[in-house]
């Protein structure tokens, strides 16, 4: 019972906080009325220190709530399952040796891209979906390397905190 209340609680912390760093700084891409984010950072920083299932719930509900808050509704059904997808991949990583982890985080990047691509191509055609992949690609890759350095930090804190007690 104590791992399931740990895990809710972790789920929904970091479900609210994706929400929020991924409202924090949205820049609009017109031709799909989508936008780029900082929420994919968090969702990979969640699913390394906490696991797949949270990284899918925070990854999934996180970010759809903060397409629903932020007038992108339409964008909502297919956040859940991109994003959860996501955060799920880079989670399954998180006792992986490190160039295996890199290489799920650079898959979770990918099916993050792919997956805004076809979802933008059901919606508005190929053409406007092409205008989002460069953007989702620094997207993808920046979440990459801030959420390496973030979990470095704070795996090295937590052992320099344990390490004094």
Avoid: C
């Amino acid at each position: 019972m104590k791992e399931q209340t740990r895990t809710l609680t972790y789920s929904a912390m970091a479900t609210a906080l994706v929400a929020v760093a991924t409202m924090s700084l949205q820049i609009p891409i017109p031709q799909t009325r989508g936008y780029i984010n900082l929420g994919d950072t968090l969702i990979f920083v969640f699913a390394l220190l906490w696991g797949a299932r949270v990284g899918a719930i925070a990854g999934g509900l996180g970010s759809a709530l903060a397409d629903i808050l932020t007038g992108y509704a339409h964008w909502a059904p297919f956040t859940l399952i991109i994003k959860g997808i996501e955060g799920l991949l880079v989670g399954l990583s998180r006792e992986k040796k490190p160039l295996q982890r890199l290489l799920f985080l650079a898959l979770a990047g990918l099916e993050m891209v792919g997956g805004y691509f076809l979802a933008g191509t059901l919606l508005y055609g190929a053409g406007a979906a092409l205008v989002e992949i460069p953007g989702n690609l620094v997207q993808a890759g920046s979440a990459v390397l801030l959420s390496s350095l973030l979990v470095y930090a704070v795996r090295k804190a937590e052992k320099s905190i344990v390490n004094h007690i």
